[in-house]
């Protein structure tokens, strides 16, 4: 299966004592026996994911892990968090450290092919953005030829912006600096125009500025970062209960379903989409038992986060320093990419 | 003739008092700071940078610093630094995720650690022998049992909760107290006269000092789990405790090996022609001279040790650095980073100064039979 088989047979021969071995089997059957979702986490990122002033994990991709956790066991706070850092992450999955990797990855074709990774779906379009300075009168990024931009050296993010500038044929000045700090208190002090990071990034600097209010995003996006939680390859099962459950939240949305209103929808809602997310339709097994899952799974998600437009706005919504606009993902029906397939 | 009378002094004329400008705050001055005119540049020119730098400093740190309040908004009218971040968050930087009900386990601990260490740091606190046994064989034991839990009644705390300067101190004292004696083994495997003892000694002592700490970090965080079959997993703690043990005690190796190379040959001799075995010439006589000589070395060591645990914070450990820098990723302390570096800046400072205070001092005591001519 992966290359490293031969050696770990060699090693496990020498298996060290104290050393535990996990139950085989499906990742649902291991997770209902220890009792928990072992979710690998970012070790801070605002407003996706850390550990909060008294130790709590919160943000967007830990809703992520907590709606999986309630839609298994009921209870959003049957998980543990592993923070992991970028490098760690991959192998951190594949070795079983965690059964669930909730950590702002993008999707690419690479990671999804070769790693023995399955990517569940996409969470959070991200890409990389412009900031500039409300006084410069620039309302879009197609009028920013000739400006100074400020961006890290080194990153995809310097390559994206010098392509975005030839291919729309616009004189590009760039300020390169080595680190993130660096580039932000540059544009801060007035170097740059513009400044240049992924959106979500951007809206995180701005909170550090001097005069946050001064500064917008620009509304061109220039290259695609698509986010989503990560499973390993080889249980589809496992794969198909965090897909759901995603799908889950989102549909919840479209049907106006909330975190405070999932009760009584699940008593009194007639509408037939809405009985098949909450599990309340008279026939029928329901869709939760399918994938091995109670019949409520996807109210108990919600019930632990809200929908997705409730996790997205608690976390990094119009009301959070972040104030980041649902711009791409928004639902479907509202211009956005958020689309799920329906519950029947 | 003049009738000019003679004097004749009788008695000594009293001293006069030095110049005005050799003795006193004039003197000093003048002998310290203005002795030529390149010395009066560069005096003046450091007063320039200590204007330049020291009150805009105090401004920030303290004049217009906020320190009450309980979130970011009690800052935003001031311009100084935001002590509030700190306050808010103290506890988790001392404890990390470490349940905050359990946290009495945790000092309890450092007291009785304190308790053991004491004894055998401070010449006037007796009962020397049984504090080092203790803190050998007892306390490990104990603070295991403490830390982790699960048995008598105290619930478990997995390695994971543990964070914060807490876990900086748990990495740096088994790194510290598991370096010494393998150290010493390795520097007296790599002296022996055995070839294969030697051979070992040197290979494990080279292989170790040739890579940088990050990556036997890296090591045992990224590549140990791929070579272990899918489902066993050690501790992520454990394996970076493991990678700094060794890591370190290469180091302390080599450290202690300059020690016995100082020793003269004649101790050596004597010991022999006194018909002491090994191991006792080793124990009652080089060793002894050996590591008083390597005293500050070993310091030396231990600090570069304590500070090389923040490395931890790359394989996803929440040392006292890398919990402070989580925190300033919080969404709602953005920008505090400033506050929180200079913060775990001034904690890492007192430990390492206070660490090479005590070893002046133990140099000093120990120094006298050492001195030579």
Known sequence: ???????????????????????????????????????????????????????????????????????????????KFTPLTAKERFTALQSGEVDLLARNTTWTMSRDTS???????VSYYDGQGFMVKKGLGVSSALELSGATVCVQTGTTTELNLADYFRANGMELNAVVFEKSDETVAAYDQGRCDAFTTDASGLYAERVKLANPD?????????????????????????????????????????????????????????????????????????????????????ANAIKAVGNYGEVFERNVGANTPLQIARGLNALWKKGGLQYAPPIR | MSDATATVRTERHPDLPPPATTVGV????????????????????????????????????????????????????????????????????????YPPDQTWRVNLTFLLFVAGVAPVLIERIPGKKWALFYLLFAFPVIAYVLFVGGVFGLPLVETALWGGLSLTLVVSIIGIVASLPLGILLALGRRSKMPILRMLSVVFIEAWRGVPLISVLFM????????????????????????????????????????LQAVPRGQYEAAAALGLSYWKTMG????????????????????????????????????????????????????MSTEGYVFAGAVFWVFCFGMSRYSIRLERKLGAGQRRR
């Open chain 1, 1 to 79: 299966m992966r290359r490293h088989h031969i050696l770990a047979a060699t090693v496990a021969v020498l298996a060290i004592g104290g050393a535990s071995v996990a139950e085989a089997g499906p990742t649902l059957d291991a997770i209902k026996a220890k009792g928990f979702v072992q979710c690998g986490a970012n070790t801070g990122l605002a407003g996706f994911g850390g550990p909060d002033e008294s130790g709590n994990w919160s943000g967007f991709d830990v809703d992520y892990c907590r709606a999986v956790a309630a839609a298994i066991f009921g209870d959003g706070n049957a998980v």
């Open chain 1, 115 to 121: 790693l023995g990774l399955n990517f569940v779906g």
């Open chain 1, 214 to 298: 001064d500064h917008i995003v620009l509304p061109e996006i220039i290259s695609k970062e698509p986010l989503g939680p990560v499973v390993r390859q080889g249980d589809d099962e496992w794969l198909n209960i965090v897909m759901w459950t995603h799908f889950a939240l989102i549909n919840a949305e479209e049907l106006g379903v909330t975190q405070g209103n999932v009760a009584d929808m699940m008593a009194t809602s007639q509408n037939p989409d809405v009985q098949r997310l909450l599990g309340t339709e008279a026939e029928g097994e329901g869709f939760g038992p399918m994938m091995g899952l109670g019949k409520d799974w996807a």
């Open chain 2, 26 to 97: 004039l003197g000093w001055l003048r002998t310290n700071l203005f002795s030529s005119w390149l010395n009066t540049a560069l005096t003046l020119l450091g007063l320039y940078l200590l204007w330049l730098i020291v009150p805009p400093l105090l401004d920030w740190a303290v004049f217009s610093a906020t320190i009450t309040g309980e979130d970011r908004t009690a800052c935003e009218p001031n311009p100084g630094a935001c002590w509030v971040f700190i306050k808010v968050q103290f506890w988790q930087f001392i404890y990390g995720f």
């Open chain 2, 220 to 259: 045992a965080s990224v590549m140990l789990p791929l070579f272990l079959p899918e489902g066993v997993n050690f501790d992520k703690l454990l394996r970076a405790l493991i990678g700094v043990a060794l890591f370190s005690a290469a180091y302390m190796a080599e450290v202690v090996r300059g020690g």
């Open chain 2, 284 to 335: 009652l006589i080089v060793l002894p001279q050996a590591l008083k000589i390597v005293i500050p070395g070993i310091v030396n060591t231990f600090i570069g040790l304590f500070k090389d645990t923040t490395l931890v914070a790359i394989i996803g450990l929440f040392d006292l650095l890398g919990r402070v820098h989580t925190a300033t990723t919080n969404a709602a302390w953005l920008g």
